[in-house]
């Protein structure tokens, strides 16, 4: 069966720090992943996606992600963060089925300290 | 440019009312729709998914009910309206096509139920 786990609830860094969120998913082809970014009371924004090719994409507002197919991984990174960038963030994995479902991990909440 | 479009933006309603939240989507044709729910500090549910007019999938059963009347329209809908169902409900649609495309998101209805 299709899941995502993503192992950090809350993350907290300071401005300027770099970030990882983690992303463990299990599906039994070859994946395609998402990670989505949603601030408060709002829906979610795609930041980034791997469909095939090159395992490191890199997305909007200077994110990158790296999908590790011996690690079941698709972590988010970011160099540098920003105030701006505290919101809460999911991890999706696309089935191939009817409808071609997303799961979606439980999301982890990033908070940004000055 | 494809846009997305859920009202009401809030809504909050006694145990027991009806429910109709409604969804619309410009600037595509024959998108997959979707519905979601985001209870506090929880990831996305997927409740209902639709693969063209008048074809609804549910994900979970509940007292909630979904029609999709229009190619574009996607209505969530409820007779009588429990404690549990007080969340974030959020729309998408996604393209049509052999490959998973990303979803895209509205902005959401926040529904309390009294």
């Known amino acids: 069966a299709q899941s995502v786990t993503q192992p950090d609830i809350h993350i907290t860094v300071s401005e300027g720090a770099s970030l990882e969120l983690r992303c463990n998913y299990s599906?039994?082809?070859?994946?395609?992943l998402f990670w989505y970014v949603q601030s408060p009371g709002q829906g979610l924004q795609l930041l980034l996606k791997?469909?095939?090719?090159?395992?490191l994409v890199q997305g909007i507002k200077g994110f990158e992600a790296e999908f590790k197919r011996s690690q079941s991984s698709f972590n988010l990174r970011k160099p540098s963060v920003h105030w701006s960038d505290a919101a809460e963030y999911f991890c999706a994995v696309g089935a191939r089925n009817t409808g071609n479902q997303f799961y979606f991990g439980t999301g982890t909440s990033l908070t940004v300290i000055p | 440019s494809q846009t997305i479009h859920q009202w009401p933006a809030t809504l909050v309603q006694p145990v027991g009312s009806p429910l109709s939240l409604e969804c619309t989507v410009e600037?595509?044709?024959?998108?997959?729709l979707y519905w979601y729910r985001q209870a506090a500090g929880r990831g996305l549910q997927l409740l209902f998914y639709s693969v063209g007019i008048g074809q609804i999938s549910s994900e979970v059963p509940q007292n909630l009910s979904a029609s999709r009347p229009q190619d574009r329209q996607f209505i969530l809908s409820s007779k009588k309206l429990l404690l549990s169902d007080s969340g974030f409900y959020l729309c998408?649609?996604?393209?049509?096509?052999?490959?998973?495309?990303?979803?895209?998101f509205g902005p959401g209805t926040r529904l309390t139920v009294l």
């Open positions: 599906y039994g082809a070859t994946p395609y």
């Open positions: 998408a649609w996604a393209l049509l096509a052999g490959v998973i495309n990303e979803q895209f």
């Open positions: 791997y469909f095939s090719g090159d395992t």
């Open positions: 600037g595509t044709s024959n998108p997959n």
